[in-house]
């Protein structure tokens, strides 16, 4: 178990727990060493990244060893329990031979609240900087037509855009605030299953604004040192657009700076996911994800192959014995010419029989090619 | 490290706090003398510029100085058809004349607005007026320098007048010959790239045997098999030169503008001293309506000639033009006129090949005379054979000869009667 030890990064303030407004506890899952941040009266059965029940609290010792950074903003669950239960009813609903686990009502049950952090950083900058501004200007063109049965050409004039490129260099003196950085390694995973969060609506963290249900709030496992070159792309994003306002251009490229930075403050950004599980029949946990902004999901639709072999079974029974009776009834022929054609019919249906007991199979072998759902 | 802020960079306001904005120093725009005089530093006498050498010279005391000469051949600068431009350009001078005084004598004179060039008519001095137009690149910008000179141009016309069978024996040579002009006259040029797509029917044309049963034979018919066909093109034009004035005939300035543009240096007044010299009088949107025209007609043929035969039908074609450009120049041309017979004729030659277009007078005497010639020989053996008639049939093939022969000349009289015609209409 690996723990952020690093205080410097906080830039040598330490913060507690009791600094978020709440009774806290740190708890640190054995099995994917993901640590959350929970309310101390409460208890999850399993961790909601790998699912495993091996969470386990921190002792206060080491939990003083961390660096806890302050959330500083905090993007609020707009999913309802309607909301909610109606998404895990469309994932579930339309699967043939789903797995017996694959309910509503047990997902509801395992569901957790997470919140997942991203770093913001503030900085003062001073660079200097260069870059070719662009200006919109207007040039008359035309478009002409020629028809052979019109009488000829006919013209028209049409106004387009042209950008004009000039040079421009400069100096900037400018703080940068919350300019985001992802805080998980597995943050560009996150977004590309669940979606973009929308971080203008992110409020000013409140400990009152962390829902009154359960909840868990991952820690970061991506340091600051980590995150710095992408922070470094925050603020050259930012500088981009403030040079094009300050050149009073409409376009700006080939920005090229030469940057200071200095003062920089860390902080945290939560942003609501949902977390719950069903078992395959291998018992194995199959995640199921929700954007707990926008409502976007994912997971893993997975048919239970037992199930599929229970169904294929029975009618492959059903098949052998309207084979065997098809025989008997063919072999009453010898007496009854006319039970022979019976026999034949019921020979024929016990193998279509036999072949619809092939479909299970293929049903679940083709779901399963094909399960990643994200909607 | 690079040194900040960069060389020749000047600031400018910024539009955010927290930002200082530095750009390239624009390049000084020469703040032009209205008019420009040319007085010897030597004598004080005026210079005029001297096609024979290239250089400003002192007709007094033959003091000579070289016309800053910045080749730009090509490459010169051109400008696009902003809004701004066709708005302006539609207003033309404003003024019809301008009223100026002689920096030399303090004499109050009125030209035309156009006129580049005049010489006071009271000391005689040479100005160059500048600054006239309503915006700067609707000034000349460029021109190309003369590099015939009087000499090369008197024998170039005199050689062109003796030239032609229907023109005077005496023309060569003629008494009264008046003095040539030197004269810079206005040219637009456009730039343009035409993409088009069109589509038309195309004709096959079929050979096939068929039975005829009226007449029980087999028979062979062409037919003709109509099929779309279509395709795109793209064609960059260059430099396409459009006259910016309406004072010269079109004809004969379309027959010697073949000139070489590499040859185009930067606009210096120093080449129109003592010359004659007009800016545009046909308006920039005039002149690029002509030279559309004309570039869609290139295309068009272009795009015509991708077709796989040439019997089409049906033909539509859509037009984009994109990336067009313009650019004002001065061309130079020597403009001669002479008198024969009591009437004036105009000469027109290109000032950089010398190249010659212009009106010649027809000696009908000769044409006729050229014109009875043919004619004769059909007429003799038409004679010879109606008077041989009666001696055993000879007359037959020697009278056939002769309307042959009458025939053939009728055909050339006609041409030779159409070609001096066109020569006295010139």
Known sequence: MEFNKNLKESGGKRISLLDWGKPLKVVVCENCDWQFILQETQAFPHCPHCFKPALVDLSQETRDQLAIYLPELILTSTLSPGQITQIFQSFSSGLWFSPPDLKVANMLNRLALIYLPIWLVDSSVQATWKAEAGFNYQVLSHQDRFDDHRGGWSSQEVQETRIRWEPRAGKLQRVYQNITAPAMNEHPLFIRQLGQFDLTLAKPYESKVLAETDWMACLPNRGTTDAWSDAVMGFQSSAVKECQQACRADHLRDFTWVPEFSGQNWTLLLMPIYSTFYTDDEGKPQPVLVNGQSGKFYGTRRASLRRAQKTSLILAGVAVLVFLLSLITAFAAAVFPLLLTLGGIGIVLALLIGLVALVPLFIVWRTNQHSQVMI | ?426
């Open chain 2, 1 to 426: 490290m690079e040194p900040f802020p960069p060389p020749q960079y000047v600031q400018i306001e910024s539009g955010l706090d927290g930002f200082e904005v530095y750009k390239p120093m624009p390049e000084e725009i020469e703040k032009q003398q209205a008019v420009v005089d040319f007085p010897c530093p030597q004598c004080g006498a005026t210079m005029a510029f001297d096609v024979s050498t290239g250089r400003l010279r002192c007709a007094h005391c033959g003091y000579e100085e070289q016309p800053e000469v910045d080749l730009a051949g090509k490459s010169a600068e051109q400008f696009e058809f902003t809004v701004e431009t066709m708005q302006q350009a539609t207003h033309g001078w404003g003024v019809d004349r301008l009223d100026l005084e002689c920096q030399n004598c303090g004499a109050r004179i009125s030209i035309p607005a156009e006129k580049l060039t005049y010489s006071c008519t009271f000391c005689g001095s040479n100005k160059v007026v500048q600054n006239q137009a309503n915006q700067d690149h609707l000034r000349p910008r460029f021109l190309i320098p003369f590099q015939v000179n009087d000499t090369a141009c008197e024998k170039i016309v005199q050689r062109w007048l003796g030239s032609h069978w229907m023109t005077p024996a005496a023309l060569k040579n003629l008494v009264s010959l008046q003095a040539f002009s030197e004269i810079y006259l206005p040219y637009w040029t456009f730039d343009s790239i035409t993409s088009a797509e069109w589509k038309a029917e195309v004709g096959h044309t079929h050979t096939e045997q068929y039975y005829d049963p009226s007449d029980k034979t087999w028979k062979t018919r062409t037919r003709i098999e109509w099929r779309w066909e279509s395709g795109s093109t793209q064609l960059k034009i260059d430099d396409l030169l459009e006259s910016g004035t309406a004072r010269v005939s079109q004809k004969h300035l379309s027959a010697v503008q073949n000139y070489d543009l590499s040859g185009m240096v930067a606009y210096d007044p120093s080449f129109l001293a003592g010359m004659q010299a007009q800016t545009y009088d046909v308006p920039l949107e005039a002149a690029w309506e002509t030279a559309r025209q004309e570039m869609r007609e290139k295309t068009r043929l272009e795009c015509r000639k991708q077709a796989s035969t040439s019997m089409i039908r049906n033909f539509r074609m859509d037009l984009d033009f994109s990336d067009e450009n313009w650019r004002l120049i001065l061309l130079p041309f020597f403009v001669a006129s002479y008198i024969y017979n009591g009437k004036s004729y105009q000469v027109l030659v290109n000032g950089q090949t010398g190249a010659i277009s212009g009106q010649r007078p027809v000696d009908w005497t000769k044409v006729w005379l050229v014109i009875a010639a043919l004619f004769a020989p059909g007429i003799l053996l038409g004679i010879l054979g109606l008077l041989t008639l009666p001696l055993a049939g000879v007359g037959v093939p020697v009278g056939g000869i002769g309307l042959i022969l009458l025939a053939i000349s009728l055909i050339a009289g006609i041409i030779i009667l159409v070609k001096a015609n066109q020569l006295d209409d010139a």
